[in-house]
């Protein structure tokens, strides 16, 4: 019999997805909470904020370098394809993660110039999430391709399509980010929080109409796939179930009971967004170009990576679980890991 007994791209187009969804999730909240640290004037509630991410946040980028070696080892084509188009907006991204970074751990220390540290973690959160929704809107779009290489230009990925995913990223990491600081907080600034998340969930349905128009609108592909028959029964769901959670959204956060709700919502409308991506591109890894089993490495390097990375993904799933455990509850005004 031949052939391989796994099907070793599927199991690395798995990691892959989840790599990132994890990366969008876990960390698209606490940069959501550095945004929406910029609009707190009260000095005791920038704290509480500040200490909501801080046991966590560093260890949230972890699944952005395990998206980064995932592509890179699993799928060497799309990655060369990929980073040289995108090269201007993932160092921006780098850049501002890094300046978040030190914000946060100067802010503590030197109290003299902690307005500029505050302006700093805001900032630095917002444009990390800016360059992240242009990667995704470049992305989305494709890229200029001659056989296996990008041949397009530096700033290809500036069109307007591109900034307004910018935009929605930057309204759908601060929904989480009020989800998160809804169920961390309490009293006047979990109220505050509140009406963070309906500003933010009104802006977020928005951006995802816009987006869904815009795409089967640009790509006729994408627009094929969602509005053949019988497709378009079988897909519908996916738009239903972001309506519904939308709605639950919306009634949670105006609700003083069930204080997880608003997370867990906001985190379920990310869900089928990223699964309304994966559907309008699947199989392809290189938008409109290359399949996944087309940019994939060899079933030998597939395979020797694939050992390492079974061991080396429970251990950040424990690790992510037991941070999350260890510092649960409300936090409290001047408590933390500081």
């Not at 505050?118 to 470049?138: E, I, K, M, N």
């Not at 290809?156 to 990491?173: E, N």
């Amino acid at each position: 019999m031949n052939g391989p007994v796994l099907d070793l791209v599927g199991i690395w187009t798995v990691i892959l997805g989840l790599g990132v969804f994890f990366y969008v999730l876990l960390d698209g909240f606490d940069l959501g909470v550095g945004m929406l640290y910029g609009l707190q004037r009260h000095s005791d509630y920038r704290g509480i904020i500040m200490n909501s991410i801080a046991p966590i946040w560093d260890g949230n980028e972890t699944w952005l370098i395990l998206g980064g070696l995932a592509l890179l080892a699993a799928f060497p084509l799309a990655f060369a394809i990929i980073i040289p188009a995108l090269y201007f907006p993932v160092l921006l991204m780098l850049l501002a993660l890094i300046f978040r970074g030190v914000a946060f751990e100067f802010r503590f220390r030197d109290k003299a110039h902690r307005g500029f540290w505050d302006h700093a973690f805001c900032y630095g959160s917002a444009v990390a999430t800016f360059a992240q929704g242009t990667v995704l809107g470049a992305f989305i779009q494709g890229f200029e391709i001659d056989g296996r290489h990008f041949v397009g230009g530096s700033f290809d990925w500036v069109t307007p399509f591109s900034i307004l995913t910018g935009v929605a990223l930057m309204a759908g990491y601060c929904l989480l980010g009020a989800g998160w600081l809804v169920l961390k907080t309490e009293g006047e600034l979990q109220d505050w929080a509140r009406r963070q998340g309906r500003r933010a969930l009104i802006l977020v349905m928005l951006a995802i109409a816009a987006v869904s128009l815009w795409t089967p609108y640009a790509e006729a592909d994408i627009a094929e796939r969602w509005f053949s028959w019988p497709n378009i029964v079988f897909l519908a769901p996916v738009p239903l179930a972001s309506l519904v959670l939308a709605a639950a959204a919306w009634t949670s956060f105006g609700s003083g009971r069930r204080e997880a709700m608003p997370f867990v919502y906001s985190i379920g409308l990310f869900l089928t967004a990223y699964i309304g991506l994966a559907v309008s591109l699947w199989p392809n890894i290189v938008p409109h170009r290359y399949s996944l089993w087309e940019a994939a490495s060899s079933e030998s390097t597939q395979a020797f990576l694939l050992v390492g990375t079974l061991f080396l993904l429970p251990v950040i799933l424990l690790y992510t679980g037991w941070s999350y455990w260890v510092f649960r509850g409300k936090v409290k005004a001047h408590t933390g890991y500081h």
